[in-house]
Nanobody
Framework: QMHLVESGGDLVQPGGSLRLACAAS????????IGWFRQAPGKEREGVSC????????YYADSVKGRFTISRDNAKNTVYLQMNNLKPEDTAVYYC????????????????WGQGTQVTVSS
């Protein structure tokens, strides 16, 4: 059975950094795309970043370009989201999700989701 488990969320001050992890089990990341999404209270879910494991190609939303970096460790079957220079508007529950093949920016195209991890950016 396929599972995704996010970790690494925390309370951090503006300008700080966090690294989120998405650990996969029950399947290999080798041919999967892993996307990171976030949802803040009262807002729609937003696609943040994605990595296609087979060739390492990546996608970033304009709101996080230059601040967030997605990476993968296929040996650990884990995808990371390094978040630097965090802003209050980055506050949200962050989810990882997976689909076979290419990255997509809309959540409905992903079939498996983790439970989410809370990121709060506040002074």
């Amino acid at each position: 059975q396929m599972h995704l488990v996010e970790s690494g969320g925390d309370l951090v001050q503006p300008g700080g950094s966090l690294r989120l992890a998405c650990a996969a089990s029950g399947f290999t990341l080798d041919y999967a795309a892993i996307g990171w999404f976030r949802q803040a209270p009262g807002k729609e879910r937003e696609g943040v970043s994605c990595i296609k494991s087979s060739d390492g190609s990546t996608y970033y939303a304009d709101s996080v370009k230059g601040r967030f970096t997605i990476s993968r460790d296929n040996a650990k079957n884990t995808v990371y989201l390094q978040m630097n220079n965090l802003k209050p508007e980055d506050t949200a529950v962050y989810y990882c999700a997976t689909r076979w093949g290419e990255c997509r920016t809309t959540g409905r195209e992903y079939g498996y989701w983790g439970q989410g991890t809370q990121v709060t950016v506040s002074s």
